[in-house]
């Protein structure tokens, strides 16, 4: 069964860091894909966060997290982190991985969740001041 599997999430005081990992399981849902991390809070729609196309390592970070979070991956372990650094209270989410087509980390700006078709289960992130 194909799927994402996300882990890294926890609770952490503000200024702290977390990383966050997003793995699949296998290679036809991570080679030359678009691999999306989403975050959600309850009565909010879903917000996208980064993108990294898989292909080359091209990426890009929503206005919100630029300079505070960054994103990569490890092909060999078809494995895409999350590193968040300088966490404030509002970064307290629902993290999701999700994964498409290339095409969808061309998209400028802000990326409609319904675009991905894969999606992991989430991973609990709780940010205390």
């Known amino acids: 069964q194909v799927q994402l599997v996300e882990s890294g999430g926890g609770s952490v005081q503000a200024g702290g860091s977390l990383s966050l990992s997003c793995t699949a399981s296998s290679e036809s849902a991570y080679s030359g894909k678009c691999i999306a991390w989403f975050r959600q809070t309850p009565g909010k729609k879903r917000e996208g966060v980064a993108r990294?196309?898989?292909?080359?390592?091209?990426?890009l970070l929503a206005a919100s997290v630029k300079g505070r979070f960054t994103v990569s991956q490890d092909p060999a372990k078809k494995t895409v982190y999350l590193q968040m650094n300088s966490l404030k209270r509002e970064d307290t989410a629902m993290y999701y991985c999700a994964a498409d087509d290339r095409a969808a980390c061309w998209v400028p700006g802000d990326i409609s969740p319904s675009v991905f078709t894969l999606w992991g289960q989430g991973t609990q992130v709780t940010v205390s001041s």
């Open positions: 990294i196309y898989t292909g080359a390592g091209y990426s």
